[in-house]
């Protein structure tokens, strides 16, 4: 009988890094301007790049022209991709909740408070490697709420 050997899985982490550059600057122009429907647009982006990542704008952008142009340079890194589709799924929720506030209420403090949270969280992942939303991952998947994956022993941040 012969036994299958599978790959560790792997992630691209320079395209990581684009994104979460990506993510930062689109939730700060929408605050710097005041433009609600760049949080819309954030969202669909992040919600797009966690469910289906293949068609993912960012990684489009990068795979189609970061890349070919020598911009970026692909970096594969031995990590398991979930927890970083998670960390977008959140993000994706706080820029929906972000826009429905802004546009069905009148609290855009709460709204734009929520674009911001976005900004920080995806500016502290791309500056110094650190992703809450994987560390939440993680953190379920110790209390047994979110599969457990080969990476959790332990939690580390990971600079690029």
């Known amino acids: ?17 684009f994104s979460q550059a990506g993510v930062a600057l689109l939730s700060a122009a929408a605050f710097l301007t005041q433009w609600r429907v760049l949080v819309v647009i954030a969202a669909v982006v992040l919600a797009l790049s966690a469910l289906v990542p293949q068609i993912g704008p960012f990684r489009l952008l990068y795979k189609y022209v970061a890349v ?9 890194v031995e990590d398991d991709p ?12 706080f820029l929906t909740a972000s826009a429905l506030v802004l546009y069905l209420t009148t609290n855009a403090v709460l709204g734009w408070a ?16 650190f992703c809450a939303g ?27």
Request: glycine fraction near 12%.
């Open 114 to 129: 929520l674009d911001l949270i976005v900004f920080v969280l995806s500016g502290l992942n791309f500056t110094v490697g």
């Open 82 to 93: 979930a927890p970083h589709r998670f960390a977008q799924g959140v993000g994706a929720l």
């Open 68 to 76: 070919p142009l020598r911009l970026l340079k692909p970096r594969l």
């Open 134 to 160: 994987c560390f939440v991952y993680y953190q379920l998947g110790r209390l047994g709420l979110m599969p457990r994956v080969r990476y959790s022993g332990g939690f580390h941040w990971r600079g690029v």
């Open 1 to 17: 009988m012969a036994t299958s050997v599978t790959s560790p899985p792997r992630i691209d982490a320079r395209l990581n890094k």
